[in-house]
């Protein structure tokens, strides 16, 4: 990904610009997310969607712990990829949730939505809250662009020098919300921050 708008993103289950919102204002040390982005087999976008939608379903009345937020790219390079995320966590939340729903839900996916799938990459990524402007809780975003910007290398220190300056210029003066996110693990070729 170059430094240019990634996408903007339709809701297609569930969406929030940062889900788990509420509960990263109230920990700020579970500012981890685990996320997904899957691309379907081509001619497959209909029947990939309606196998995601008995996935999530199944999730659902099968007691998944975590809210998953599902999103599609409508526009740029990569139009009709999905966007899985579930956010505000920590690396025990992880630990946990890999010892005891993780593996039924992999067996569900891959029974249901795997077949489907062209291509998937993981990552887990953490929020920068304090630069962030979160919406109030309970808000509901339709849309959401992603940015990504594709550091040099050495260069994050000056980056989030910079970024930091803006963020104290604007925080009050701009309409929206906005929240800096960077990978932990996995996600691509870094170093990147997402926007």
């Not at 708008?5 to 040390?29: D, H, K, R, Y």
């Not at 992603?146 to 803006?166: C, K």
Request: glycine share 10%; charged share 15%; proline share 6%.
């Amino acid at each position: 990904m170059n430094i240019k708008p990634f996408c903007s993103l339709a809701a297609l289950v569930a969406v929030s610009v940062l889900g788990g919102s509420a509960a990263l204002a109230q920990e700020n040390t579970s500012t981890f997310a685990r996320s997904y982005t899957v691309t379907p087999k081509s001619g497959m976008g209909p029947q990939f969607e309606a196998a995601l939608r008995e996935h999530a379903q199944w999730r659902s009345n099968n007691g998944d712990p975590w809210d998953w937020n599902v999103s599609m790219q409508d526009t740029g390079e990569d139009l009709g990829t999905f966007l899985i995320r579930s956010s505000g966590h920590s690396y025990a939340d992880f630990d946990a949730y890999d010892a005891g729903f993780g593996p039924q839900g992999l067996v569900h996916w891959n029974a249901t939505v795997a077949p489907l799938v062209e291509s998937l990459t993981s990552a887990i990524t953490t929020a920068n809250l304090e630069l962030s402007k979160l919406p109030p809780e309970g808000t509901t975003i339709g849309l959401i662009t992603v940015t990504t910007f594709q550091l040099r290398p050495g260069r994050g220190m000056e980056f989030n020098r910079l970024i930091t300056q803006a963020t104290e210029i604007i925080r009050d003066k701009l309409a929206g919300y906005w929240v800096w996110i960077s990978p932990t693990s996995g996600g691509g070729p870094g170093p990147y921050i997402n926007l």
